[in-house]
Nanobody
Framework: QVELVESGGGLVQAGGSLRLSCAAS????????MGWFRQAPGKEREFVAG????????DYADSVKGRFTISRDNAKNTMYLQMNSLKLEDTAVYYC???????????????????WGQGTQVTVSS
């Protein structure tokens, strides 16, 4: 069992920045592919970014490429999402997730991820 806890969400003006954190409960955290997903009201949950267990590989949704950066610190069992140049359409609940079946292959479908955090709200205002 892996517990994931997100933090760092909040209210920010368009063009601003936020950094989300995801703290994991297990030291095997470094063996798992991790991902960030988001869900806006009335929309399906969507992939935002993913990172391999070592941190050597990353993947991003086209909508956030060049603006968001995913990273991880396995010594601290923590993953991050640095979000810059935020847009109104980035408003959503952001979730971190772990894929315990993979340490290197990043998948973008939510159904491959078996552990989820409770989510943190990000609201971008004009």
């Amino acid at each position: 069992q892996v517990e994931l806890v997100e933090s760092g969400g909040g209210l920010v003006q368009a063009g601003g920045s936020l950094r989300l954190s995801c703290a994991a409960s297990r030291r095997t955290f470094g063996s798992y592919v991790m991902g960030w997903f988001r869900q806006a009201p009335g929309k399906e949950r969507e992939f935002v970014a993913g990172i391999s267990g070592s941190g050597g590989s990353t993947d991003y949704a086209d909508s956030v490429k060049g603006r968001f950066t995913i990273s991880r610190d396995n010594a601290k069992n923590t993953m991050y999402l640095q979000m810059n140049s935020l847009k109104l359409e980035d408003t959503a609940v952001y979730y971190c997730a772990a894929d315990s079946d993979s340490s290197w292959l990043i998948v973008t479908t939510q159904y491959e991820y078996d552990y989820w955090g409770q989510g943190t709200q990000v609201t971008v205002s004009s």
